[in-house]
Antibody, heavy 117, light 110 residues
Framework: EVQLVQSGAEVKKPGESLKISCKGSGYSFTSYWIGWVRQMPGKGLEWMGIIYPGDSDTRYSPSFQGQVTISADKSISTAYLQWSSLKASDTAMYYC??????????WGQGTLVTVSS | DIQMTQSPSSLSASVGDRVTITCQASQDISNYLNWYQQKPGKAPKLLIYDASNLETGVPSRFSGSGSGTDFTFTISSLQPEDIATYYCQQYDNLPPKRLTFGGGTKVEIK
């Protein structure tokens, strides 16, 4: 069974760093793109970027380029999303997803990130 | 960057009604357009891929059409379990580089 299991909810202060994770199982982790989607409270879905764990080829949405870093460790089938300096506006639910062209076929359960002083 | 304009942003309809949602791309995206359903508190689910193909297991009351810049998503007979927010998403082909979501349409029962 394919699963994407994300790390737990985080509460952080502005300026702090954070790295959340997404562990894939039940399939060949290196053969599918893994993406990240942001959903701010009460708002719609926003595409952040995507990585191919097989060779770490990474592409960012222009809106998120330079704001976050996407990475993956294929040895442990885990993708990451990280911030170096959080802002209150980063408060959101973050989903990791498996891209299996032509669509997203699996979603993680989501990681809620709350940034508040 | 390609922009996806989805309308309406919300709608209210009765059980059994036909519901239509539109999505317009800012440039030609061929048929690289998907539709997702997100129920409250849940992750989204793929319903329609490549504009008009029904994902396995999805009820046939859901359908999609269109190509180029104009796309339509239809629920032929609205059911109570269809209460959700629906999103269109465009993608460029392999390797994926830009995958843009529409703003969403919240569907409620009248």
């Amino acid at each position: 069974e394919v699963q994407l299991v994300q790390s737990g909810a985080e509460v952080k202060k502005p300026g702090e760093s954070l790295k959340i994770s997404c562990k894939g199982s039940g399939y060949s982790f290196t053969s599918y793109w893994i993406g990240w989607v942001r959903q701010m409270p009460g708002k719609g879905l926003e595409w952040m970027g995507i990585i191919y764990p097989g060779d770490s080829d990474t592409r960012y949405s222009p809106s998120f380029q330079g704001q976050v870093t996407i990475s993956a460790d294929k040895s442990i089938s885990t993708a990451y999303l990280q911030w170096s300096s959080l802002k209150a506006s980063d408060t959101a639910m973050y989903y990791c997803v498996r891209w299996a062209s032509p669509g997203i076929d699996y979603w993680g359960q989501g990681t809620l990130v709350t940034v508040s002083s | 960057d390609i922009q996806m304009t989805q309308s309406p942003s919300s709608l209210s309809a009765s059980v059994g009604d036909r519901v239509t949602i539109t999505c317009q791309a800012s440039q030609d995206i061929s048929n690289y357009l998907n539709w997702y359903q997100q129920k409250p508190g849940k992750a989204p689910k793929l319903l329609i891929y490549d504009a008009s193909n029904l994902e396995t297991g999805v009820p046939s009351r859901f359908s999609g059409s269109g190509s180029g810049t104009d796309f339509t998503f239809t629920i032929s007979s609205l059911q109570p379990e269809d209460i959700a927010t629906y999103y269109c998403q465009q993608y460029d082909n392999l390797p994926p580089k830009r995958l843009t979501f529409g703003g969403g349409t919240k569907v409620e029962i009248k």
